[in-house]
């Protein structure tokens, strides 16, 4: 996964802090839900274990097709945590 899709799934989730509608949001979740099942996958395979286990995480938090509902300031920190995770991890994340 290039580079480029990392920083934009991040900017996606710091835009989702907005107000939305839902087909924007929809988007965002699906971006977002492959890019963490991505570094999920990427680096299972490597000796970090935090890394895959936190992507994970935000693979199933992000999910599109399973609904998770939660208050609008949870989804503000799941959003901010997730970009922030991204940013950082970008190196481990892309190829």
């Known amino acids: 996964m290039p580079v480029q899709v990392v920083y934009l799934t991040a900017v996606l989730l710091l835009v989702a802090i907005f107000p939305l509608h839902d087909d924007f949001s929809s988007l965002i979740k699906i ?23 936190a992507c994970s995480l935000f693979t199933i938090l992000f999910n599109p097709v399973i609904d ?21 991890s970008r190196k481990h994340i892309a190829e």
């Open 68 to 88: 998770i509902h939660l208050a609008k300031e949870i989804w503000i920190l799941a959003d901010l945590a997730g970009a922030i995770l991204l940013f950082f």
């Open 31 to 53: 971006t977002a839900a492959g890019t963490f099942a991505w570094g999920a996958y990427k680096n299972f395979g490597k000796k970090k274990l935090l890394l895959p286990l």
